[in-house]
């Protein structure tokens, strides 16, 4: 339970018991990447009493949730790093990407977009970025 009362904690900043729409997002948008529309819509699922935010109570199965999240984007990072270099190249991006079609020059601008320190690697926090921008990408035929 530290670890949940941790985390509401993290979430509610403003430190007023309850966890809004707004607080959440900042953390899912920097953790997950998370839009704001869809932080919304997951506050809705786990706001039981419909009033627009979320309860230690609520926040229990939200925190699960949001875990679960986390964990599969690690497992999809971990995917991509082949090498375990705790970085995603090129060559490890193209071969899930190129099996959706996208091109060499289409991952190479992905990667140079999503790369914020430059150094030709996808860390941790830069793939969050850029698988998220891949989903989005992603033709529905695959």
Known sequence: MDEI??????????GNGYITVAEAHKVLEAELCFDPERTEKLIK??????????????????????QEKKDAMVKMFEKFDVDR???????EAKV?????????????DMIAIHDT???????????IHFWNACVGKVPDNK
Do not use: C, M, P, T
Not at 5 to 14: G, I, P, R, S
Not at 45 to 66: A, H, P, T
């Open 5 to 14: 009362k941790k985390a509401f904690q993290k979430y509610d900043l403003d």
């Open 45 to 66: 699922v786990y706001d039981r009493n419909g009033d627009g935010r979320l309860s230690y109570e609520e926040f229990i199965w939200f925190y699960w949730k949001i």
């Open 85 to 91: 270099s705790h970085g995603v190249s090129f060559d």
């Open 96 to 108: 899930i990407l190129g099996e959706f079609g996208f091109s060499d020059q289409e991952i190479r």
């Open 117 to 127: 320190n430059k150094d030709g690697l996808l860390q941790y926090e830069e793939f």
